[in-house]
């Protein structure tokens, strides 16, 4: 009876843990029927777990509201997309729903236009502003508009949380082998330990992030001086090239690269410094790629690498968690997120896409400061869907200087558009021009 027992509790055990090792998203998807339906869509059977899960719930959502069955309504879309010669998802989720919802008998309401939804937001904010400022403050009432703005605004921020539900971008799982992209840390270096620093975390991108097509460089910027060369010059440039050709030799083949940017004279700063900053930097490394001209760069290893398609930039304290470059790849080659521009301004879709920024649990606890303001650490920041006001209402994000951008869309709409020594903050800019997106 005993060893009855022991068999038993063993089997049940043995069982647990090989169900524990099915996948039961794979067992779902080949018994679902909408799936069969969905899959014969070819971007569709492209997309990832969560992207299928956005289809499927919004058949859902259009079944509740039409009484129609979801079978009928995932036919009728299918139908649709095929003699229009269109990815799914635009009848869906994107321009061509409404037009979808009409042909199934659904009445929708027009959506509002980006300015009046512009006008509702500002108006709720000043009008209560005034109001107020005017009751307590009577003739002086200009004088307390702006600190009540203030409050307004995270009154109307959070009322707004709670009304508009923030999406998730749609991304795809496969990605074609032709997706070239770098990785890069443009930032400032005076030492040769710095230069390590940073090689030594572009290995640890690279080991974390492994796939085809993808390169990885420093963007070493040199510091303001008084004089054209300084002496830890040599230092730094030496260390770089080593460094990089130590990885290449160890990985056997050449991904990863070093450049490092001459002074010029800087006639409003009476100094000697990286043309444009940061923001030249970029610029001039995207127009490198675009067109081979080297520009300021004094050291470039770069030699021979296929045309690349988009650039992920990190600042020097930011890291490249696992697969999630993959994952800002497969973003920004969905259908639905890939940029149409009409003349020089991104219509619809996105040039450059930010991935939420998560804190870790030791940079958390670092300060007083950071524990109140950091969140919760640790969190990985690409498994959940949070609001952004600006984002949710008017389908933009604000750009902060880490993601992901179009490189031939960059240099389009970005080259010569930004007067020299005018902006030293640019990374709002750039989101603005390339329609920025978090997520």
Same mark, same amino acid.
């Given at each position: 009876?005993?060893?009855?027992?022991?068999?038993?509790?063993?089997?049940?055990?043995?069982?647990?843990?090989?169900?524990?090792?099915?996948?039961?998203?794979?067992?779902?998807?080949?018994?679902?029927?909408?799936?069969?339906?969905?899959?014969?869509?070819?971007?569709?059977?492209?997309?990832?777990?969560?992207?299928?899960?956005?289809?499927?719930?919004?058949?859902?959502?259009?079944?509740?509201?039409?009484?129609?069955?979801?079978?009928?309504?995932?036919?009728?879309?299918?139908?649709?997309?095929?003699?229009?010669?269109?990815?799914?998802?635009?009848?869906?989720?994107?321009?061509?729903?409404?037009?979808?919802?009409?042909?199934?008998?659904?009445?929708?309401?027009?959506?509002?236009?980006?300015?009046?939804?512009?006008?509702?937001?500002?108006?709720?904010?000043?009008?209560?502003?005034?109001?107020?400022?005017?009751?307590?403050?009577?003739?002086?009432?200009?004088?307390?508009?702006?600190?009540?703005?203030?409050?307004?605004?995270?009154?109307?921020?959070?009322?707004?949380?709670?009304?508009?539900?923030?999406?998730?971008?749609?991304?795809?799982?496969?990605?074609?082998?032709?997706?070239?992209?770098? *990785?890069?840390?443009?930032?400032?270096?005076?030492?040769?330990?710095?230069?390590?620093?940073?090689?030594?975390?572009?290995?640890?991108?690279?080991?974390?992030?492994?796939?085809?097509?993808?390169?990885?460089?420093?963007?070493?910027? !040199?510091?303001?001086?008084?004089?054209?060369?300084?002496?830890?010059?040599?230092?730094?440039?030496?260390?770089?090239?080593?460094?990089?050709?130590?990885?290449?030799?160890?990985?056997?083949?050449?991904?990863?690269?070093?450049?490092?940017?001459?002074?010029?004279?800087?006639?409003?700063?009476?100094?000697?410094?990286?043309?444009?900053?940061?923001?030249?930097?970029?610029?001039?490394?995207?127009?490198?790629?675009?067109?081979?001209?080297?520009?300021?760069?004094?050291?470039?290893?770069?030699?021979?690498?296929?045309?690349?398609?988009?650039?992920?930039?990190?600042?020097?304290?930011?890291?490249?968690?696992?697969?999630?470059?993959?994952?800002?790849?497969?973003?920004?080659?969905?259908?639905?997120?890939?940029?149409?521009?009409?003349?020089?301004?991104?219509?619809?879709?996105?040039?450059?896409?930010?991935?939420?920024?998560?804190?870790?649990?030791?940079?958390?606890?670092?300060?007083?400061?950071?524990?109140?303001?950091?969140?919760?650490?640790?969190?990985?920041?690409?498994?959940?869907?949070?609001?952004?006001?600006?984002?949710?209402?008017?389908?933009?994000?604000?750009?902060?200087?880490?993601?992901?951008?179009?490189?031939?869309?960059?240099?389009?709409?970005?080259?010569?558009?930004?007067?020299?020594?005018? *902006?030293?903050?640019?990374?709002?800019?750039?989101?603005?021009?390339?329609? !920025?997106?978090?997520?």
């Amino acid at each position: 009876d005993m060893a009855l027992r022991r068999v038993s509790i063993s089997n049940s055990i043995t069982s647990i843990k090989n169900i524990l090792r099915y996948h039961w998203s794979d067992i779902f998807e080949k018994i679902n029927g909408i799936e069969k339906i969905l899959g014969k869509d070819e971007w569709y059977a492209k997309s990832d777990y969560d992207t299928k899960g956005l289809y499927r719930n919004e058949i859902q959502k259009i079944a509740k509201k039409s009484k129609l069955s979801e079978t009928y309504i995932a036919e009728k879309a299918m139908e649709i997309s095929q003699i229009q010669e269109k990815h799914i998802g635009e009848f869906l989720l994107g321009d061509s729903k409404e037009e979808f919802m009409n042909s199934l008998g659904i009445k929708t309401r027009k959506n509002k236009t980006t300015n009046q939804k512009l006008f509702f937001y500002l108006f709720f904010i000043y009008l209560p502003s005034l109001l107020v400022s005017i009751i307590i403050l009577k003739q002086y009432f200009l004088i307390g508009i702006i600190p009540l703005s203030e409050i307004f605004v995270l009154i109307i921020n959070k009322i707004l949380s709670k009304i508009k539900k923030p999406n998730i971008l749609p991304r795809l799982e496969n990605i074609s082998n032709d997706v070239n992209t770098f *990785v890069i840390i443009p930032t400032l270096v005076r030492n040769k330990e710095k230069v390590k620093e940073m090689i030594d975390n572009l290995e640890v991108f690279y080991l974390s992030n492994k796939m085809d097509n993808l390169y990885l460089a420093f963007l070493g910027d !040199c510091s303001e001086e008084d004089k054209e060369y300084m002496e830890f010059d040599d230092e730094v440039i030496e260390t770089g090239k080593k460094e990089v050709e130590m990885l290449n030799k160890k990985y056997g083949k050449e991904i990863f690269f070093f450049l490092y940017r001459q002074r010029k004279y800087n006639s409003s700063q009476k100094k000697y410094l990286g043309y444009e900053r940061k923001r030249g930097m970029i610029t001039e490394f995207v127009h490198f790629l675009v067109s081979r001209e080297k520009g300021s760069f004094i050291v470039n290893t770069i030699q021979d690498i296929p045309e690349i398609k988009y650039i992920i930039t990190l600042d020097s304290d930011t890291i490249l968690p696992i697969d999630s470059a993959k994952k800002l790849i497969g973003t920004m080659e969905h259908p639905l997120n890939r940029p149409k521009v009409e003349g020089k301004i991104v219509t619809k879709g996105y040039g450059l896409i930010q991935p939420k920024v998560g804190i870790t649990m030791e940079a958390a606890t670092k300060s007083i400061f950071a524990k109140l303001f950091a969140g919760d650490g640790g969190i990985d920041a690409y498994s959940t869907a949070e609001s952004n006001v600006y984002q949710d209402l008017f389908g933009e994000g604000i750009f902060t200087g880490k993601g992901i951008f179009h490189v031939q869309l960059f240099e389009e709409l970005l080259k010569n558009e930004i007067p020299d020594n005018t *902006v030293l903050s640019h990374d709002l800019l750039e989101g603005s021009y390339l329609r !920025c997106r978090i997520g």
